[in-house]
């Protein structure tokens, strides 16, 4: 699920990049996850990204939401479960420190 949602693409974890982005539009290092972030505020962030920051470029792979009525569309099957499942990794991946 990392590697086909291709999220090296923008955020870098530890020394190692994905694809070449320019500063302005790198997302922050995944190596720091594990040691600055709580599991609750990166599943929140995954469910609605642009609920926690609007605006950001982070884009919601999982559910459509409208802030209007509330309505939310899942745009890939069982995504609270793959969520979930993206947030158990991040917590396993070494940390910086680690590396």
């Keep these: 699920l990392f590697e086909a949602l291709k999220c090296l693409k923008c955020h870098e974890f530890g020394k190692k ?6 500063a ?3 997302a922050p290092n ?7 972030l709580r ?3 990166i599943f929140k962030w995954l ?8 605006g950001t470029k982070m884009p919601n792979y999982f559910l459509e939401i ?3 009525d509330g309505e939310v569309m899942e745009l890939l099957p069982d995504p609270i479960y ?3 499942l993206l947030v158990d990794y ?3 991946m070494p940390s910086a420190k680690e590396k």
Excluded: F, H, M
Excluded at 30 to 36: E, N, S
Excluded at 47 to 54: A, F, T, V, W
């Design 47 to 54: 469910y609605n990204p642009q609920k926690l920051q609007p």
């Design 90 to 92: 991040l917590r396993e």
């Design 66 to 68: 409208d802030e209007e």
């Design 39 to 41: 599991s609750e505020w």
């Design 30 to 36: 995944l190596a720091i996850a594990k040691t600055r």
């Design 17 to 22: 990049g994905g694809e070449k982005v320019t």
């Design 24 to 26: 302005s539009e790198l």
């Design 82 to 84: 793959k969520i979930q």
